[in-house]
């Protein structure tokens, strides 16, 4: 079946610029997360969604930085007045569920957009 | 909060011999579960195996296997056989269960090199 998906995969932009990174989950998946990889990093979470609302956006590093799931599928991550500091791979995740014990509800990643800001 | 540690920023290990990738962790969760991903130059976080905190045996899943040690705070992975497609880097990663703040996002350590030598 189809994994999570994630348009563009790479996105170059210039400094102070709008920019839109769509996430597609896998199908019948309610839980999307979004989360932040630097350089040299392991990912870092960003926002998490239950269905159409953010449950929890307490990574977004500030209110530059905005996601939404209108319709509790596909989301879109955005990022006002980018800055060079905002270069980073965007890794979305998806899962049947967020709250359960079992691997079973495994968060699984698409293949992230690579952001670039000039 | 959690915290992730793994201290083997690379590691070489020769085709088919087997190579342990440390991991250590904190946190102030009584019930988690702790993850291994992989994830190849293509940027796809890849899920390799889980281990629950409550789990009496370690985990295993095919050449993967996990040597958790739950009084030293260790999960450390094992691959047995090692492939060349076997290099990639690699995250350990945690998350709380049962309520809390910390029940659906992973916390990620910043990831260990494999390169496996023909």
């Known amino acids: 079946g189809a994994g999570v998906s994630q348009t563009p995969s790479n996105k170059v932009t210039e400094k102070g610029k709008y920019v839109e990174l769509r996430c597609d989950p896998i199908?019948?998946?309610?839980?999307l997360y979004w989360y932040r990889q630097s350089l040299g990093q392991g990912p870092e979470f960003l926002i998490y969604f239950q269905g159409t609302g953010a449950a929890d956006d307490s990574g977004l590093p500030n209110d530059r930085f905005f996601a939404v799931r209108p319709e509790g599928s596909v989301s879109t991550l955005k990022i006002q007045r980018t800055e060079r500091g905002d270069s980073a791979v965007y890794l979305c995740?998806?899962?049947?569920?967020?709250?359960?014990?079992?691997?079973?509800?495994?968060?699984?990643f698409g293949p992230g957009t690579r952001l670039t800001v000039l | 909060a959690q915290k992730i540690t793994q201290t083997q920023p690379g590691m070489f290990v020769q085709e088919k011999e087997a190579v342990t990738l440390d991991c250590t962790y904190d946190t102030s969760d009584q019930s988690y579960g702790l993850f291994w991903y992989k994830q190849p130059s293509s940027g796809e976080m890849i899920f390799l195996i889980y281990?629950?905190?409550?789990d009496e045996q370690n985990a295993t899943e095919g050449r993967y296997s996990l040597n958790f040690q739950k009084a030293r705070k260790s999960a450390n992975l094992v691959i047995s056989a090692s492939q060349l497609g076997d290099s990639a880097m690699y995250f350990c990663a945690m998350r709380g269960f049962w309520g809390g703040g910390s029940n659906y996002k992973l916390t990620f350590g910043k990831g260990t090199l494999l390169t496996v030598n023909p």
């Open positions: 281990q629950g905190s409550y």
């Open positions: 995740a998806s899962s049947q569920k967020a709250i359960s014990g079992g691997a079973y509800n495994e968060q699984f």
């Open positions: 199908s019948g998946h309610t839980a």
